[in-house]
């Protein structure tokens, strides 16, 4: 995402949104509150950068992944996956997040995508 090169965004943006497309179609095909069912599994816990870090990223980098609109049902199990109480608190807060990045444009640090999985 922090790219300098427009051609490497654009790759970068393409092969984001094909794999953002294969989750959206998994979640439709379920029918069901997360990946694994009615509970969080693994694949929610990997998709949570997804879920909460994706805006944040967007804001940064000052690129735009997804539109309005684009991928309703990954949209939905965002919202359902942020909203559960055990996530919840466990998720750094977004206004941090977003002047962590800013200052360290991808650099690592306290909010790695490690924090997610921690309860």
């Known amino acids: 995402m ?10 970068f943006a393409a092969e984001t949104k094909a794999s953002l497309a294969v989750l959206d179609a998994e979640l439709q095909g379920h ?6 069912g ?5 694949v929610d816990l990997a998709a949570c950068t997804l879920a909460h870090w994706l805006g944040v990223l967007e804001e940064v980098a000052g690129v ?6 684009e991928y309703p049902a990954l949209r939905w199990w965002a919202e359902e996956y942020t909203s559960h109480e055990v996530v919840r ?3 750094p807060d977004r206004d941090q997040l977003v002047a962590f990045f800013a200052g ?7 909010w790695s995508t490690q924090r997610c999985s921690r309860q």
């Open 64 to 69: 735009r992944i997804v539109a309005d609109g």
């Open 38 to 42: 009615d509970d969080i599994g693994f």
């Open 89 to 91: 608190r466990s998720l």
């Open 31 to 36: 029918g069901t509150r997360f990946f694994g």
């Open 2 to 11: 922090w790219a300098d090169d427009g051609e490497a965004r654009a790759r």
């Open 104 to 110: 360290n444009q991808g650099g690592t640090g306290p």
